[in-house]
Each structure stands twice: as structure tokens, then as C-alpha cells.
């Protein structure tokens, strides 16, 4: 069963919850009713604030991270060996300092490298994948222009990143 089927269930049981509870009291069983009523209001309260807060953390992620932007969680891949060529380390001891905590933004400043020449690096694979991807056919030049624009955030966040941080929480992200 997928997530958005049983969100409906959920709302589909509450206000049936509800009906069922406004039935009962109009046909006499009132306290039976307002119990049952109540409990489905509650339920629908908690429901409207989860939503709201689903919403809003989608928003956060779309701001600046991958989030639910699936163009931009696929130009991640990869990007560990673009980072390491920029530091000029290899991409192993590149993913090892970052799984022991450190950032690779903290990884490139410890060996003298500027941060925004691995941001700049970044930026350049990302924009050669979507201008591929656009070639390919895997994506329109509309949603390659707008991700386009959303870039140097982007891989100023996933330079500046920690194991661990929002659209980070697997080791293996970057892989």
C-alpha cells in the first residue's frame, strides 16, 4: 500500500468517524454520538496538522536541498569524485573524512583548497549532466533551466554538509 493511499484511508476513516458520530446523536444515541464525534475531530485536527507540517518540511527541502526535487537528487551521484578532483584527493579519502564528520567543504579547506572551487566544480558537473540529460530526452530544457538556477545553493548546501544533514541521512548519499 503506498503513502498517498493510506493518508486517504486515514482521511476517509475520520470523517466517516465523524458522519457515524452525527448520525448517532441525531437519532437519540447522544452520548455514544458525541463521543465517537469527538474522537473522529481530534483525529481530523491532528491529521490537518501533519499535513501542514509535511508541507511545509517539502518546502524546506525544496529551498535549498535535493529534497523531493528528483532532478536534483539524481545530479548527487557522483559528486563525491568531482568534490575529490577539485581537492585533489581521491575520492575514497574524500568519502572517509566525510563519514568520519567532517564536511567536504572542511575536507578541501584542510588541504588549502578555496571551498568555492569545489562549489564551482559542483555546479559545472550539474550542469553538464542536465544539459546531457535535456540531449538525451531524460528531462525537458524548462526543468533543466529552472534546477539550473537552483544550483550554486544547491551545491553550496551539499558542499557545506555533514553526514547526517537534511537529504544526508545515509552514508551512501553521495554514492
Known amino acids: 500500500m ?30 455514544v454520538g458525541a463521543v465517537i464525534g469527538g474522537l473522529a475531530l481530534v483525529r481530523l485536527a491532528f491529521l490537518c496538522s501533519f499535513e501542514r507540517r509535511r508541507r ?15 532532478v536534483l537528487r539524481s545530479l548527487v551521484r557522483g559528486q563525491f569524485e568531482v568534490a575529490a578532483g577539485a581537492i585533489g584527493a581521491s575520492p575514497s579519502e574524500v568519502r572517509i ?3 568520519n564528520g567532517s564536511s567536504i567543504a572542511e575536507i578541501a579547506a ?4 578555496p571551498v568555492q572551487r569545489v562549489v564551482d566544480a559542483v555546479v559545472a558537473d550539474a550542469a553538464a549532466k542536465l544539459d ?24 553550496t548546501r551539499l558542499v557545506n554538509g555533514h553526514r547526517g544533514d537534511l537529504g544526508w541521512r545515509r552514508a551512501g548519499a553521495f554514492g
Open 2 to 31: 503506498s503513502l498517498s493511499s493510506v493518508r486517504t484511508f486515514r482521511w476517509v476513516m475520520s470523517g466517516l468517524g465523524l458522519a457515524a458520530g452525527v448520525l448517532l446523536v441525531a437519532t437519540g444515541h447522544t452520548v
Open 56 to 70: 511545509r518540511t517539502r518546502g524546506e527541502f525544496a529551498r535549498g536541498g535535493a529534497g523531493n526535487d528528483p
Open 97 to 99: 573524512d566525510f563519514a
Open 110 to 113: 584542510s588541504r588549502g583548497v
Open 132 to 155: 546531457r540529460a535535456v540531449a538525451d530526452g531524460r528531462t525537458t530544457s524548462t526543468t533543466a533551466a529552472r534546477v539550473k538556477t537552483r544550483l550554486p545553493r544547491w551545491a
